[in-house]
């Protein structure tokens, strides 16, 4: 890859990593702000940027909770998110959604489901209702290992199959659902064994931006070809807990060397030494891209801060029942 | 008879060709229509509904499904919400409680959480059954559970007319419809109005009218209402009956007419009676008209059991004419 381009890249993924610790900063500070449960990104964001780095607009991308990487890789609008973060009118969702179910259909973000696999099927109906109009236009679903073990995913894939529908399936297998890893759930080493009989998989490192770049180049363009869905497997880990701004790591749950292990290959972290090796040229471009990057941020807050709360009457809005 | 109704030439229809009628012309007219469902293309093709209609418009839009109602329920939901107007159709309802994540969690949910940014014009249509030792699971009416899921409305048609007019309001619809029928419906015949029309959500219809009680009836209780309140004519008893036709929203103005009138209500539900739309209703009007009523609502729905095969225990477990006439009587006690 072209330091250049791998130099993009490492923006879109810094912008996401920066916005989640931003976040998190906030997340506790005096006269709260943020009244919704947080599912931080950090650690996967090479999987959102190098998928979404192959798609248009007119694509459409299906999230779950954990959603926020995903709504700005794609391009969703980030004081619309952290207006929603902060319960405000102006939130994408009119603060009807919060954090996890962070909507942008004009930069097609579709809404995200915290019921973790409940978009997977409803991403294989959007590839349908794409196909059936004519166009070449993806439905892009991203979803955990956990997620994974919904029936209604085998389902989707089965049938996505069935009518060589153009979906991507995204599963981001950070290997723990909540706090439960892998090895007590699943009997196969990966979630792609389940489907490899019915649909092409491939199981990848998630936390190179090259690998998942070109990974999801070729799927994306087979998949505009009517080949058919395709499903990757990107092998990652998240560095914050499954909730909330800590780590996640206690003798319970993970320990701090595998987390260790993990923090030594964040994707971001990853990006900027390769960007460094390739020329001196990046460490000042790096710094430049990190001021402009925190102004943006803290507009973002501002526009959220001075927003206002939706009017009572506001929630009887946006439902027809 | 409901305005639709009595527009009609005199040309009788099935319950299910009415429907088939209302589908085809809504086929003809718009390419953004979808009917899925397992079975829709079929020799039983949905009791009829859908007999031939993939051999004019193609299996793209009128397909054959897995079982799998989860996953098809979100794919349904999926195209939806990327424009089309899909029709989900079930013979059977009790198979819905496989989709009710789908329904509940997404359909109902989408507009309201993305702040408006997406509709979901999903129709999702179901025939209860009442057969002869069809058991527990094959015999649900699955609405009193569905009520109170916010963002889904639940329509429930009892006459040909009304299901024809009802499924285009319902697939004109920008959310979620829960469209719901009854296998002894389907045996009517009835003067259907030619060409589409449209009948509005949240409007009831009175079915007969009457001065002494009123029959607040859903879906397959109508027949069984106007049956009871026949035979209570006899008697000198007049009697009320109003088909509810929509159970979300339902229509509070005509209930508030009827009931002020007549000051005595029976209600006739095809469901279990804790927690049913029949309560739901009584509740408003007691809140309503709590100083007027002559007597205490009378309730007659379900047992709170599963549905007996055995048909000596399947008398005693459905109720019919005979459940409102003796409603009847009983609120007219004083009077006689």
Known sequence: MESDKLYELYKKMRRIACVEDVIADKYYEKNRK?????????????????????????DIVFSNHRC????????????????????????????????????????????????????????????????????????????????????????????????????????????????????????????????????????LDGNDIEVVTGSAKEAVAQIRNGKGPIFLEYITYRTRAHHNIGDGVNEKIRTQEEWNMWKEKDPVELARKSLIRHSRKYVRLIDLYEEELMKEIEEAFAFAEESPFPKKEEMWEDIWG | MSEADKKGKERFLSYTEAEKEAVELMLKKSPDIVLMGQGINDENAMFGVTDGL???????????????ETGLTGIAIGLAMSGYKVLYMHNRPDFLYLAMDQIINHAAKYSYMSGGQVNIPLVVWAVTGQGWGSAAQHSQS??????????????MPTTPADAKGLLKTAMDDKSPVLFLEHRRLFGQEQVVPEGEYGIPFGKGVLRREGTDVTVIAISAMVIDAIEASERLQEEGIS??????????????????????????????????????????????????????????????????????????????????????????????????
């Not at chain 2, 699955?142 to 329509?155: A, C, E, N, S, W």
């Not at chain 2, 509740?283 to 309503?288: D, G, Q, S, T």
């Open chain 2, 142 to 155: 699955i609405h009193g559970i569905m009520m109170q899921v916010p963002g889904l409305k639940i329509v």
């Open chain 2, 54 to 68: 993939y051999k004019k418009y193609g299996t793209d839009r009128i397909f054959d499904t897995p079982l799998a």
């Open chain 1, 68 to 203: 926020h990487g995903h709504y700005l890789a794609k391009g969703g609008n980030l004081k619309k998110m952290v207006a929603e973060l902060y319960s405000k009118n102006t939130g994408c969702c009119k603060g009807k959604g919060g954090s996890m179910h962070l909507c942008d259909m004009e930069a097609g973000v579709a809404p995200a489901s915290a019921i973790v696999a409940g978009n997977v099927s409803i991403a294989t109906g959007y590839a349908m209702g794409n196909k059936l109009k004519g166009n070449y236009n993806v439905s892009c679903v991203f979803f955990g290992d956990g997620a994974s073990e919904e029936g209604s995913v085998y389902e989707s894939i089965c049938f996505a199959r069935l009518k060589k529908l153009p979906i991507l399936f995204v599963c981001e297998n950070n290997r723990y659902a909540i706090n439960t890893p892998l090895e007590e759930r699943e009997p196969l080493n990966t979630i792609s064994e389940k489907f490899s009989n019915i649909l092409p998989v491939s199981v």
């Open chain 1, 34 to 58: 943020m009244h919704t449960p947080i599912h931080l990104y950090n650690g996967q964001e090479a999987v959102a940027v190098g998928v979404c780095e192959n798609l248009d607009r007119e």
């Open chain 2, 239 to 336: 009697t009320e009956v109003i088909d509810l036709r929509t159970v979300k929203p339902y229509d509070r103005e005509l209930l508030i007419t009827s009931v002020s009138k007549t000051k005595r209500v029976v209600i006739a539900d095809t469901s279990w009676i804790t927690g049913s739309v029949a309560k739901e209703i009584s509740e408003f009007i007691y809140r309503e008209l709590f100083e007027i009523l002559e007597k205490r609502i009378e309730i007659v729905a379900l047992p709170d059991v599963p549905t007996p095969a055995a048909y000596v225990l399947e008398d005693i477990y459905y109720q019919n004419a005979d459940s409102i006439y003796y409603a009847v009587k009983r609120l007219m006690e004083d009077k006689e």
